[in-house]
């Protein structure tokens, strides 16, 4: 999956390692970036209306300078950038809250991402074996029991984070998109 893709509904992260999961939701996660480009969108959508509401005036302003039909396909067509300016504006502002929101999904199960609890039963028997201690190895099966019950739950809500971070990244992709800017005759419509 490439970094900007949002994530599919089809991923089985039932078959992730944990520590393959913390590093997905940890790699590129920078929300204080993505709240910066977001803000960048929403300055775009300003400047987009202000463009659309100057281009309004101008044609407004044209109605004494230019009259007859060149100066009807000049309001026309100043009408017409104006009301894509406005689109283009609402597409960029949809755009600035998506990549918020997106940034805050992504925070959000960062911080919830659970620690990894290892569980390498060979490892804890070897340790147990090698101590001595005769008490840890009569306990050693719920040790055992134990500790895998802590590494399964950490990976299951481990598999929650992911699967509800996805439902959110897909959730906040806007539906807008921007259309092509008008002609700039009159000929068209």
Known sequence: MSERQVPGADRRYESYSHAAMRAEVEAGNDPAAAGEIGAQWSDLAA??????????????????????????????????????????????????????????????????MPEPVEYDPGAVIREAALSGDIAGL?????????????????????????HGRDAGLRAAVPSATFGAPPPLTSGAA
């Open 138 to 162: 009569v306990g050693l099966s719920d040790t055992l029991t134990t500790l895998r019950a802590r590494s399964e739950s950490a990976r299951q809500k481990a598999i929650d984070v992911m």
């Open 47 to 112: 400047r987009m209306r202000d463009s659309a509401e100057s281009l309004r005036r101008l044609s407004e302003g044209s109605t004494e300078l230019w009259q007859g039909s060149a100066g009807e396909a000049l309001r026309t067509v100043l009408g017409r950038a104006g009301d894509w300016s406005d689109e283009a504006a609402g597409v960029s502002s949809a755009l600035g809250e998506s990549v918020s929101q997106q940034a805050a999904i992504s925070a959000k199960a960062k911080a919830e």
